[in-house]
């Protein structure tokens, strides 16, 4: 196993750069975007521990986002702290896991992706008939300000949670590469046979990876349930969302650990790139390059941009090689995007962030609408508790 | 006030007769239903069970059938008369696919063809979306509209065209899987890649053909289809979801066990959205895949 | 050396539809011990070693290892129950180094990676490949990946270990350094049970033979005594002889 360091190195210069932009940009747009692009790369780094180390590919990741950005609703509306939407929201995607992985992880592949179809569609049903679920119309969560609430008027303090996340999964997997579970998970993809006869159980080995992976979608669900302050079906469960984290996951890199925000990164600015260039007419277009890519990785090599890369260095501590020009990409990147530009209208996501533009408030107990300096200006304060 | 004979048992006889009608309305409607999944779903059973491939792109492929059969039709050829051009556009349409991407994804990781076709769906989504129009798009002036009525019950003379079409399709792919030598050459392929390459079977070419024959007859489906359904750049995931559902069911790699597990997915669907509520009628159909993964993975026909 | 032997195998039976494979095998194997499991092709020695390694479930008979049965135990638990095993097409871990395959062995009784990777260095050092630590098991030769298999068995600290045809594809010298491998593997304590058909290199180390021919168990005793046993002749060369032609030289 290589040498964790260049990898903590690197990520702990993210953390740097996005604490800088948390804090020192003013733009809600340029804020609007890391926050998208760090809750994409979590979730793709989710999705990774699935599909990508295990290699069983989930087609229904969204479900359990989605129990995550419910939970939070629930919890909200019922009075409760959307802190406890965390464990809530883990607790109920492990046992979705359980249930879909249980009956599918020992057997061939194609068997646990149609499954994850199947629960998704159940769940997608449920949600859109049960009234305590709020049905086709979901939450609106009422807005409050504060810590406590887990919400805040302005993005930067989005920004940083959202930081802490992506953080918190990129260790999990330097952890879990350098585990029992990270070393099981490589031995099933390279020899079944041989796997088995070390005494490694590839339904339960595999089931964990699942569980995991399903709670680090759920806490991404529960930060962006309180960002949107808007959750329905289709910006949270729908299969639209599945495809979306698929293709991120495939696009950067299955199994790798930077593949994810990688992926996150490509699929963020070819969103806004389609936008600027073909606005509403664009749809369509950016499926195109993202199915081009895709089915170019699958025929010809199957570990996307940064396994390819890192694939190529090998030997060379390929890993700092590739996460330095990675990191590089990304600010030049960042630098090229012009603040106010279009939003994209494709990815669900952001189209759930221009409807919050328009939504009516709802104001918590104990908090007030204050007028700011300028006109149109306002801020939430809230007595304290 | 109308003066009813014999009380009680009378009209509890009324009620079990409407009862009966719906129950064959339904039951009717379910099987035909449940025949046109039946013709989506033995394509890619037949491909899955020479090759091993799930063509997560299947849906597209019925939608690429079903647009083609609207071209036609615009062009004055309707869907009946379209239905072999369409197949054997679809039929080359797979072997082309095959040659140029399929074949090398079953050189990888077995994940590779899962996320392959995966991406051939992403693409061919896209390319849909881009440039046709998103709204919905019928056949114009399509035959058999009528309605047919065999005592109490009323099926559309499309739908019986379809569930028709549909099992004679799949009859006649049967009959060719069993009884022609390419045939058994693909099922030699199916049950023993390496020994079926001993005995001087190209399988290259078996797998082209395999692949091409089953896009033919999504692509007969997707003509049958536009008797009666309209078309729109994500009208194949509905089906294609469904048509896994069929495959799982019956069994990968089973003709017999497509149209088993069809039959019964028309059913559940249809007596689902009528018991249940029209928007929760894939429940049963879901439910009982996972059922029947649960106790029986291999389908209820299948042997893998 | 206790009386009880470490592995008792009775009546062994495997059908593969009407297919007999196994017709009532029975045989045993000393704790600490060498045995050599041979026979003529399409004995049955291979279905043999797959019932008792788990990879496939007998149809009939028992599999007693110190004291318990396991016939019919899941492929997976096996190895916790301290059973190893090597497979005869050799199954590498292609893109894994040495070491790491080894540490995954070792992980199944030390879960803390850092006590897996320092017992399977051990392991490595044992067996005679710690200078290649870092090759990827795809670049390794041959012998070397058939190494690395018994490293990675041996990680998980077996008390029998199944050896299936070890030395086929292997030069002269690389022979001699398997065998001499073997003999160290005993001397720590692990029983060895071994499928062979390279007798020039079974017969010297084997302290007991198992015949099979015809999914039976035709003989079972010393090698020396194995080669002339006119049954054993036989069953490999087809027709009765006169005990002197066994060597190859007339008496």
């Keep these: ?385 | 006030m109308a003066v009813r004979r014999g009380g009680e048992a009378a009209d509890l006889a009324d009620a079990g007769v409407e009862a009966l009608a719906t129950f064959a309305q339904l039951l009717a409607g379910g099987l035909l239903t449940g025949l046109v999944f039946a013709l989506v779903a033995v394509g890619l059973t037949l491909i899955y069970g020479v090759m091993d491939v799930v063509n997560f792109a299947h849906g597209e492929f019925l939608m690429l059938a079903m647009y083609a059969t609207l071209g036609l039709a615009l062009l004055g050829i309707g869907p009946l008369v379209g239905l072999p051009l369409v197949a054997l556009a679809l039929l080359l349409f797979g072997i082309v696919v095959y040659r140029v991407f399929v074949r090398r994804l079953l050189a990888g990781p077995p994940e590779a063809t899962v996320f392959g076709t995966f991406g051939l769906l992403v693409l061919m989504q896209g390319l849909a979306q881009a440039l046709l129009t998103s709204d919905y798009q019928s056949a114009p002036n399509p035959p058999l509209q009528g309605t047919l009525r065999l005592g109490p019950v009323a099926l559309s003379q499309a739908t019986l065209a379809e569930g028709f079409g549909a099992l004679v399709l799949t009859a006649a792919l049967f009959a060719f899987v069993e009884y022609t030598e390419t045939g058994r050459a693909m099922r030699a392929v199916a049950e023993d890649r390496i020994a079926a390459t001993l005995m001087g079977i190209d399988v290259q070419r078996v797998n082209g053909l395999a692949f091409g024959i089953g896009s033919a007859c999504v692509g007969a489906a997707g003509a049958l289809l536009m008797l009666s359904y309209p078309v729109y750049p994500t009208a194949g995931v509905p089906f294609a979801l469904t048509a896994f559902v069929v495959v799982a069911l019956g069994g990968f790699g089973s003709i017999q066990g497509a149209l088993l597990g069809a039959v019964l997915v028309g059913l559940l669907e249809v007596f689902g959205g009528f018991y249940l509520s029209p928007e929760l009628k894939m429940v049963p159909v879901y439910l009982a895949y996972l059922v029947v993964v649960l106790l029986r993975p291999q389908g209820l026909l299948g042997r893998r | 050396m206790s009386a009880e032997p470490l592995l008792a195998v009775r009546g062994l039976t495997k059908r593969f539809g009407s297919l007999r494979a196994l017709d009532g095998v029975d045989f045993d194997v000393a704790e600490g011990s060498l045995t050599g499991l041979i026979g003529p092709n399409g004995a049955g020695k291979s279905t043999a070693f797959a019932c008792i390694a788990g990879a496939e479930k007998p149809t009939a008979g028992s599999v007693r290892f110190g004291g318990r049965e396991i016939a019919g135990t899941p492929y997976h638990r096996v190895a916790e129950l301290g059973i190893a095993r090597t497979y005869q097409i050799v199954q590498t871990f292609a893109d894994m180094t040495v070491l790491e395959a080894t540490t995954t062995g070792a992980l199944l009784r030390r879960p803390r990676l850092r006590d897996a990777v320092a017992h399977a260095e051990d392991v490595l050092a044992f067996v005679g490949l710690a200078d290649k630590r870092y090759r990827l098991g795809r670049a390794l030769t041959i012998a070397d990946k058939k190494r690395l298999e018994v490293a990675r068995a041996l990680a998980t600290e077996p008390t029998l270990l199944l050896l299936d045809e070890v030395m086929a594809g292997l030069t002269p010298a690389e022979c001699a350094g398997a065998v001499e491998l073997l003999r160290r593997i005993l001397a720590s304590g692990v029983t060895v049970l071994m499928v062979e058909h390279v007798m020039e290199v079974l017969m010297p180390i084997a302290q007991h033979v198992v015949v099979i021919a015809a999914g039976k168990t035709i003989f079972s005793g010393t090698a020396t005594d194995a080669v002339r046993d006119a049954r054993v002749v036989e069953a490999y060369l087809g027709s009765p002889l006169e005990h002197g032609e066994i060597a190859g030289h007339a008496e």
Aim: overall charge positive.
């Design chain 1, 1 to 385: 196993m290589t040498t964790a360091k260049p990898h903590l190195l690197a990520l702990g210069a993210i953390v740097a750069l996005g604490l800088l932009a948390a804090l020192g940009v003013r733009s809600a747009v340029v804020l609007d975007l890391v926050f998208t692009l760090l809750l994409y790369a979590v979730l793709g780094q989710s999705w990774n521990w699935i599909s990508g180390y295990a290699g069983n590919i989930s087609f229904g990741h969204a479900i359990f986002f989605g129990c995550g950005a419910y939970a939070s609703a629930l919890c909200v509306t019922h009075g409760l702290s959307p802190w406890l939407a965390i464990p809530a929201g883990a607790l109920a995607a492990a046992a979705l896991a359980l249930v879909t992985g249980f009956p599918t992880l020992g057997l061939r592949g194609h068997y646990f992706s149609i499954a994850t179809i199947a629960v998704a569609a159940l769940v997608e049903a449920f949600t859109r008939t049960a009234p305590w679920l709020g049905r086709a119309n979901g939450f609106e969560l009422p807005i409050a300000s504060g810590w406590a609430a887990l919400q805040f008027p302005q993005k930067g303090p989005y920004v940083v949670l959202a930081l802490v996340l992506f953080a918190a999964a990129q260790l999990a997997t330097i952890a879990m590469e350098r585990s029992r579970l990270g070393y099981y998970l490589r031995a099933l993809r390279a020899n079944h046979a041989a796997a088995a006869s070390v005494g490694i159980d590839e339904r339960r080995v595999k089931l964990v990876a699942f569980a995991w992976s399903a709670v680090m979608a759920a806490a991404a669900g529960v930060l962006y349930a309180q960002y949107t302050l808007f959750i329905d079906p289709p910006s949270t469960i729908a299969l639209g969302i599945s495809i979306d984290i698929a293709l991120i996951g495939v696009v950067g890199g299955i199994g790798t650990l930077w593949g994810p925000a990688a992926g996150a990164l490509v699929y963020v600015v070819l969103a806004k790139a389609v936008a600027l260039r073909l606005g509403g007419a664009g749809k369509g277009y950016d499926l195109v390059i993202y199915g081009a890519i895709i089915c170019l990785i699958a025929a010809l090599r199957p570990y996307g941009i940064v396994g390819t890369i890192v694939d190529a260095l090998r030997r060379r501590r390929g890993a700092a090689i590739a996460v330095t020009a990675s990191g590089a990409a990304t600010a030049v990147l960042f630098a090229a995007l012009p603040a106010g530009t279009a939003r994209a209208a494709g990815a669900p996501i952001e189209a759930a962030l221009a409807a919050r533009a328009s939504w009516k408030l709802t104001l918590a107990p104990g908090c007030a609408l204050v007028p700011g300096a300028r006109s149109g200006d306002f801020t939430v304060e809230c007595a304290q508790r």
